[in-house]
């Protein structure tokens, strides 16, 4: 079976501080992705990368950064934590369009952040 | 980008019966696809139809897809209390790259 593994599962952190999201995936996918999730807003995708060290800015990159050195892992970097940055984080991978004609995405657990 | 929209966005039933969601969207599509979410957790996938198809089953779930209406409905039979969740439609485009855009949400709660 796939997994997609989520450092954190609950993450509290104060205004201010430098955040570490990390994802791993052990399918060889070639694309990982970052959203968060907040009440009646759905997902919404924060950054996505299609290779290592190649990275897309998705629909809300404002106040995160991302990092992929190696293909199994994705990290997401909050550079100065705020209190609107408190929400569900998802990470998701899926094979590349040309290893499969399926965009199937597998998420991981998700962490909960909260800035206070 | 193009965005799912699932209708109606709670639903609550009896243990047993069915659930049907609809789902609209934008613009062309490559694939549609149904997710699932229990509460906290992960979304896990559940069926994708292509557009070129227009009715897909797996198991319970009953997936139809108009694109000249540019909907879907997902339909789950014989509801049972670990139906309960939150159901996600996603839409995957015709070329480029492998983002989905999803839909905000169908809310379900099967009643035991």
């Known amino acids: 079976d796939v997994k997609v593994t989520q450092s954190s599962r609950y993450l509290v952190k104060r205004t201010g501080e430098k955040v570490f999201l990390e994802c791993v995936q052990d399918?060889?996918?070639?694309?990982m992705f970052w959203y968060r999730q907040d009440p009646g807003l759905g997902l919404r995708l924060i950054y996505f990368s299609y290779d290592v060290k190649m990275k897309e800015k998705g629909d809300i990159p404002e106040g995160y950064s991302v990092s992929r050195e190696k293909k199994e892992r994705f990290s997401l970097i909050l550079e100065s934590a705020s209190t609107n940055q408190t929400s569900m984080y998802l990470c998701?991978?899926?094979?590349?369009?040309?290893?499969?004609?399926?965009?199937?995405?597998?998420f991981g657990a998700g962490t909960r952040l909260s800035v206070l | 980008s193009q965005q799912g929209e699932e209708d109606p966005q709670a639903l609550s039933i009896q243990e047993g019966e069915n659930a049907t969601m609809n789902c609209s969207y934008k613009?062309?599509?490559?694939?549609l696809q149904w997710y699932r979410q229990n509460s906290g957790r992960g979304l896990v996938h559940l069926i994708l139809i292509r557009s070129n198809e227009r009715e897909k089953h797996s198991g319970r779930l009953r997936v139809t897809l108009d694109t000249s209406k540019k909907s879907s409905s997902l339909l789950i039979t014989a509801s049972r209390a670990a139906d309960t969740a939150s159901y996600f439609c996603a839409t995957g485009p015709p070329y480029g790259n492998n983002r989905l855009a999803f839909g905000k949400g169908n809310q379900v709660v099967v009643i035991p």
């Open positions: 399918m060889d996918h070639e694309n």
């Open positions: 613009t062309s599509i490559n694939n």
């Open positions: 998701a991978s899926s094979f590349a369009l040309g290893k499969s004609t399926k965009n199937i995405q597998y």
